[in-house]
């Protein structure tokens, strides 16, 4: 099944790349794009496609008015809104998710990581940049003055929520993690990419993709988001303690624009 993206941006350079990016996937079809907000919205209601690529400062329309028009909670047939963008405001990710974003990325991102993020979407997952999950889900376990936190509750959790998410530390779970699966969990908490975890690991990205989803049914997350959410509030990236894990040493360890 081919997933249908619309693209708004008014940089036509960036829809340009975005196209070309997700057009050279088999399962990812670009049907319409939009250099603002209203038009955007417009288009979508009309095509319906099965992911909408938002940027948020655009003319007539920011992407986060066009998001709540699209897949708000007061929408009655929302649509899957993806947001792109260079700003990476706090303020920004939350409004998005508010409105009814299911995924929010910086536009320095690796490819791997767009196309990941709107299969992820259609799917009905949430997906959020790395580098912004990182940030957030530090700021849950942390105080203001930087001490350790009350472990937030499970509803905090951004993208998602984390209902049902395994609430036992990783000695408490009904099945335990194994020790790779530790090790995938904290990189995958401090913002790794498929293609980075099995670099850093040596292992194929079939292995990767296999470990987790072991962890995802383990912990009964139902994204990295909830994954990586669920390895802070347990105290598995502490400081240090991923990187001493596993070596960073493995060619091919980096994206090309940068990442889950």
């Known amino acids: 099944m081919t997933i249908r993206v619309l693209i708004a941006d008014d940089q036509e ?4 790349a975005f196209r070309m990016i997700l057009d050279s996937q088999p399962d990812l079809c670009v049907v319409a794009e939009a250099a603002d907000g209203a038009a955007a919205v417009e288009q979508a209601r009309a ?3 099965d992911v909408c690529l938002l940027d948020i400062r655009m003319p007539v329309l920011d992407g986060l008015e066009a998001t709540r028009l ?5 929408v009655d047939d929302p649509l899957k809104v993806l947001i792109a963008t260079t700003f990476d405001l706090d ?7 508010r409105n009814g974003a299911c995924g929010f990325l910086l536009k320095d ?16 997952n949430a997906m959020i940049s790395p580098a912004v999950t990182v940030r957030l889900l530090a700021r849950m376990t942390q105080g203001d ?39 995938v969990t904290r990189l995958v908490a401090r913002g790794r990419t498929n293609e980075e975890l099995a670099a850093e690991l040596y292992v194929s990205l079939s292995t990767v993709k296999t470990h987790l989803g072991n962890v995802q049914r383990k912990l009964a997350a139902r994204n990295r988001v909830e994954i990586a959410a669920w390895a802070w509030e347990h105290g598995l990236c502490a400081p240090g ?19 889950g």
Request: charged share 25%; no cysteine.
């Open 145 to 183: 003055d930087g001490s350790a936190a009350r472990r937030p509750d499970a509803g905090a959790a951004p993208a998602g929520g984390g209902r049902g998410r395994g609430r036992g530390g990783p000695g408490g779970l009904p099945e335990p993690l194994t020790q790779r699966e530790l090790e």
């Open 70 to 74: 699209l897949a708000g909670p007061e």
């Open 241 to 259: 303690r991923d990187e001493a894990a596993s070596p960073r040493s493995a060619p091919g360890a980096s994206g090309d624009l940068r990442d």
């Open 47 to 49: 095509l319906r496609p």
């Open 91 to 97: 303020e920004y990710v939350y409004r998005a998710l």
């Open 109 to 124: 991102g690796a490819p791997a990581l767009l196309t990941e993020a709107v299969r992820a979407a259609a799917a009905g």
């Open 13 to 16: 350079m960036v829809r340009a």
